[in-house]
């Protein structure tokens, strides 16, 4: 599975921004899903999780209520929606492909990863 990201940008404090992974290779459909950040001068954190139907949803603590994950099986996409952006939030955001079926918050079980895009709140 080879995977894309996208949608990273500079905004201003409680603005949204929509972030989305495409995917290509194997049959993508099959795979759970996840998004993760890394700040500056720390280590990379789980940000959320979407089963392979879409129908099951899992998010870290600290976006719950402001970010909401989602899939589109027939454009090979899983995109997360971002509102009342933080500076906090400030981060370079990964989407990855799950090894084996699961949500999970830790990256070891995530075999696929795409490149990473910026996300930059400002004050």
């Known amino acids: 599975v080879q995977l894309q990201a996208s949608g990273g940008g500079l905004v201003q404090a409680g603005g949204s921004l929509r972030l989305s992974c495409a995917a290509s290779g194997r049959t993508f459909s099959y795979y759970d899903m996840g998004w993760f950040r890394q700040a500056p001068g720390k280590e990379r954190e789980f940000v959320a999780a979407?089963?392979?139907?879409?129908?099951?949803?899992y998010y870290a603590d600290s976006v719950k209520g402001g970010f909401t994950i989602s899939r589109d099986t027939a454009k090979n996409t899983i995109d997360l929606q971002m509102n009342s952006l933080k500076p906090e939030d400030t981060a370079v955001y990964y989407c990855?492909?799950?090894?084996?079926?699961?949500?999970?918050?830790?990256?070891?079980?995530?075999?696929?990863w795409g490149q990473g895009t910026l996300v930059t709140v400002s004050s």
């Open positions: 990855a492909a799950a090894g084996v079926s699961g949500l999970f918050t830790t990256e070891s079980w995530y075999a696929y």
């Open positions: 979407i089963s392979w139907s879409g129908s099951n949803t």
